[in-house]
């Protein structure tokens, strides 16, 4: 976990190169956020207008949780802002909200049974994992709470016909949560474009194995995100500047 803002800009610069080269970016339409350390109502987010491959840590911009700009260059998307400001008002301990518009994660998410317990790595998210009815864009309050009761005290959720969405305690937790969703979405997108009839994983196993992944997302985060900066630094060198 980032123990200052500096800390933070890198960690959130570097999960928008990551999101871009992962290829889950969506122009200059995506937004992440992260809280800023020891100001529980201060956010760093996205300037409105740059792809993820662009951003870096000192182009992060600082609102409040209305999206009222407190320090940088804006503008923020202020249609998109009410998702992220609404999750982490009412969920004070996510200091990392994550949202994309992924084809495989929003082609699941348009599917009636959404994510299926097809793969070891879809079983690891599944029971940790809310759903949310399309409604617009979300930008009126009922809307937004509304979300933030279909997320509860998930670590991840579908937003139906719109895309994934995911938070954590740091922005190494939620990013770790991201790509265990999207790898689950992907393999389900190929699974059943294959024509052939799927197994899926029955109730016991399933709930075997989310009882195994309670805990998870934290200490592999701690292994993994370490290794994930090396190869944000390797590829994209100005994402700290």
Same mark, same amino acid.
């Given at each position: ?23 889950? !970016? !969506? ?22 207008? *740059? ?10 911009? *600082? =609102?409040?949780? !209305?999206?009222? %700009?407190? /320090?940088g260059v804006g503008p923020i998307d202020e249609v998109g802002f009410p998702i992220y400001g609404a999750i982490h008002r009412f969920r004070p301990e996510v200091d990392c909200v994550l949202h994309v518009h992924?084809? !495989? ?16 790595? &879809?079983? %690891? ?14 930008? /009126? ?14 670590? &991840? ?8 969405? =995911?938070?954590? *305690? ?50 592999? &985060? ?18 700290? /500047?």
């Amino acid at each position: 976990m980032a123990s200052n803002e500096a800390e933070q800009r890198r960690d959130l610069a570097a999960a928008h190169r990551l999101v871009a080269m992962e290829g889950w !970016d !969506d122009l200059v339409f995506t937004m992440l956020s992260a809280r800023v350390p020891g100001e529980p109502d201060r956010l760093l987010v996205t300037p409105y207008g *740059k792809m993820c491959a662009q951003v870096t840590a000192s182009s992060l911009v *600082k =609102t409040d949780l !209305d999206g009222h %700009i407190v /320090d940088g260059v804006g503008p923020i998307d202020e249609v998109g802002f009410p998702i992220y400001g609404a999750i982490h008002r009412f969920r004070p301990e996510v200091d990392c909200v994550l949202h994309v518009h992924s084809l !495989d994660g929003v082609a699941v998410s348009a599917q009636a049974r959404g994510l299926l317990p097809l793969s070891q790595t &879809a079983l %690891i998210i599944c029971n940790d994992l809310g759903y949310h009815d399309y409604a617009g864009l979300g930008d /009126d309050s009922a809307e937004q709470g509304r979300l933030v009761g279909d997320l509860g005290d998930h670590g &991840a959720m579908l937003l139906r016909n719109h895309g994934p969405l =995911t938070v954590g *305690k740091c922005v190494a937790e939620a990013f770790l949560r991201l790509h265990v969703l999207e790898t689950a979405c992907s393999i389900q997108v190929r699974a059943l474009a294959g024509g052939s009839e799927v197994t899926e994983v029955g109730a016991d196993v399933s709930a075997a194995v989310a009882s195994q992944a309670l805990g998870l997302y934290g200490p592999a &985060a701690e292994i993994a995100w370490p290794a994930l900066l090396e190869r944000v630094k390797a590829e994209h060198s100005d994402f700290a /500047d």
